[in-house]
T-cell receptor
Framework: DSGVTQTPKHLITATGQRVTLRCSPRSGDLSVYWYQQSLDQGLQFLIQYYNGEERAKGNILERFSAQQFPDLHSELNLSSLELGDSALYFC??????????????FGPGTRLTVL | AQSVTQLGSHVSVSEGALVLLRCNYSSSVPPYLFWYVQYPNQGLQLLLKYTSAATLVKGINGFEAEFKKSETSFHLTKPSAHMSDAAEYFCAVSASGYSTLTFGKGTMLLVSP
């Protein structure tokens, strides 16, 4: 158990819909990262927040957005869903912002299926 | 931009045999390199990382990796495979301490009795 929690574990929805994925970081961690894992694209970094502020952006679509709240939990919002958005979405957290010194701890993921 | 290539989407070994998972990187600057493991239905877990100190890096569960600049490689090895090592392994690269991680496509390790 990494200490990172993600809800829900599974989500099935239809094209065009909007969903929200939730992540609670480990106690004391200030950074939250979101990743998308799919069969064709592999594991891709989406976005990072540190202490409530956006720190880095990766291959995140404009239809996707995220935020980190004062209690440090984070939400990833996916809208106008397409079949290709079906994937496993991981959240990770770390104490600080540095990739090298601050180990990222991954949650168990949310599996999104778009029908 | 940095990238990693993992050779072989699947590697099969017998229990007790040597494990060798290959990773080659491309980076315009001296990279930081990582190996992560993903067990079925779980998130990723850090195995080890290279941060420009020792070129031979030891990680958890008996794994180690050697950074070879001349070969742009960071292969993961374990002398003797165990059934519990069956999982997917990801190599990742970061260009700097504040850069994000770029992952390879992953290699599924299958261990047979």
């Amino acid at each position: 158990d990494s200490g990172v929690t993600q809800t829900p574990k599974h989500l099935i929805t239809a094209t065009g819909q909007r969903v929200t994925l939730r992540c609670s970081p480990r106690s004391g961690d200030l950074s939250v990262y979101w990743y998308q894992q799919s069969l064709d694209q592999g594991l891709q970094f989406l976005i990072q927040y540190y202490n409530g502020e956006e720190r880095a952006k990766g291959n995140i679509l404009e239809r996707f957005s995220a935020q980190q709240f004062p209690d440090l939990h984070s939400e990833l919002n996916l809208s106008s869903l397409e079949l290709g958005d079906s994937a496993l979405y991981f959240c990770a957290s770390s104490v600080g912002q540095q990739t090298v010194t601050d180990t990222q701890y991954f949650g168990p993921g949310t599996r999104l299926t778009v029908l | 931009a940095q990238s990693v290539t993992q050779l072989g989407s699947h590697v099969s070994v017998s229990e007790g045999a040597l494990v060798l998972l290959r990773c080659n990187y491309s980076s315009s600057v001296p990279p930081y390199l990582f190996w992560y493991v993903q067990y079925p239905n779980q998130g990723l877990q850090l195995l080890l990382k290279y941060t420009s100190a020792a070129t031979l890096v030891k990680g958890i569960n008996g794994f180690e990796a050697e950074f070879k600049k001349s070969e742009t490689s960071f292969h993961l090895t374990k002398p003797s495979a165990h059934m519990s090592d069956a999982a997917e392994y990801f190599c990742a690269v970061s260009a700097s301490g504040y850069s994000t991680l770029t992952f390879g496509k992953g290699t599924m390790l299958l261990v047979s009795p």
